[in-house]
């Protein structure tokens, strides 16, 4: 009953989930398949003209599987039996919006900073095999990688040098809130160096305005910061195709439950929401991260 509201809540006001690619009601342990061979590797197989032998190319396709399976995420809310029979509004209603709430923000929250571990693994994991940009902070907190990251040489580098040019015309920057301030927040001589216009709004969570060509997208979740000096690293931005390099399974859509049974000798009634969903990285040079390395 509650699946479409649920899932034009969702489309509404999700961000990575939104730009992945994400496939919903799979069934199974499905494991993402996908060719890693890079942008570049595709250009070897010419021999040359008007010779006596045209021998062609053996090019074996770099092949790998990523086992992906159901994490579970299943918020839940009681109310007694007197409030509903009692209220003079629809307190049914009121839990299930809540709730709804909670799914979206859970899921959005995994794809964007989930660990891996009882949750999907977020884009903002810290990953070896994309390219990455670099920069050292002066210490050990949040507020200082981001004045370390969200500078104009990182930001340029992150566009310029590690995205493959093949990725220009698809690619789109995912900012945390903080780094989004930061990077609104450059000037030069005192005035901004990226001024937001509204010519470019895809997603209704899209901010209003491109950086160095390319939609920018807001999200207010992010890993726990790690705070490990010296070893330490942290993810504050991410640039590329997402469809190409990220992937979102979702299992048997989104769903409510109404339980009178359970509680019923306390009087009162279980409502729960229920998904079960994961995620991963897959075509990883199609990605750029700015990664932040603690003092």
Known sequence: LYDDGILKYLDANTVVRNLADIRMGVQG???????????????????????????????????????????????????????????????????????????????????????GTNAPTGIFTVNANVNITTATS???TRALAITAGI????????????????YWGSAAWIL????????????????????????????????????????????????????????????????GNISEGFSIREWGGVGMIRDEITAASSARVIFQGMTFANSAFTRVKSLVQLQVTNA
């Open 29 to 115: 342990y499905p494991t993402l398949r996908y060719n890693t061979m890079a942008t570049n590797d595709y250009q070897s197989a010419w021999t040359p003209p008007d010779t006596a032998s045209t021998n062609r190319t053996l090019i074996a396709p770099a092949f790998a599987e990523v086992p992906i399976s159901p994490v579970p995420c299943l918020p839940a809310t009681q109310v007694s039996q007197q409030l509903i029979r009692q209220a003079n509004f629809d307190v049914e209603a009121e839990v299930m919006d809540a709730l709804q709430r909670q799914l979206a923000k859970n899921l959005e929250w995994g794809y964007v900073g989930g660990s």
């Open 176 to 239: 945390p809130q903080d780094a989004y301030a930061a990077l609104a927040g450059l000037k030069a001589n005192n005035v901004p160096l990226f001024v937001p216009s509204s010519d470019y709004q895809v997603l209704q969570n899209a901010a209003p305005f491109t950086l160095m060509g390319l939609p920018v997208y807001v999200t207010e979740y992010l890993p726990a910061h790690v705070a490990t000096a010296s070893t330490g690293k942290n993810v504050v931005a991410v640039l």
């Open 151 to 166: 500078t104009l040489d990182k930001l340029t580098e992150m566009r310029y040098t590690k995205l493959p040019a093949a």
């Open 138 to 140: 002066t210490g050990t």
